[in-house]
């Protein structure tokens, strides 16, 4: 049973890059799912969180307008978009899976997430 998080790399400011939050062992569409970040020196952060069925996203503002929360349940995964990235952004991504809480509770950290993915790189930096 594992939550596999992918996509994280090096890209210039600008650039885009698309996350994904692999499940296994479980299916996500009971979950709310959670995208989170750490930058070195700095606390965890709720990026973007979806809820089940969709039905409703979070978004830091520091993203709103450039990512983009989305799950394709038949595929057991979910994928966080990330357009005009900046250096600020850098930082270790990781998803988790939420099987009670509501998205915005979930990314504001009241949560208790069942799962957590092992998170995943994204540098930006020219």
């Known amino acids: 049973v594992q939550l596999q998080a992918s996509g994280g790399g090096l890209v210039q400011p600008g650039g885009s890059l698309r996350l994904s939050c692999a499940a296994s062992?479980?299916?996500?569409?009971?979950?709310?799912i959670g995208w989170f970040r750490q930058a070195p020196g700095k606390e965890r952060e709720g990026v973007s969180c979806i809820s089940i069925d969709a039905g409703h996203t979070y978004y830091a503002d520091s993203v709103k307008g450039r990512f983009t929360v989305s799950r394709d349940d038949a595929k057991n995964t979910a994928y966080l978009e990330m357009n005009n990235l900046k250096p600020e952004d850098t930082a270790v991504y990781y998803c988790a899976a939420d099987r009670g809480s509501p998205a915005t509770y979930l990314c504001s950290g009241y949560g208790s997430p069942h799962y957590w993915g092992q998170g995943t790189l994204v540098t930006v930096s020219s």
């Open positions: 062992g479980f299916t996500l569409d009971r979950y709310t």
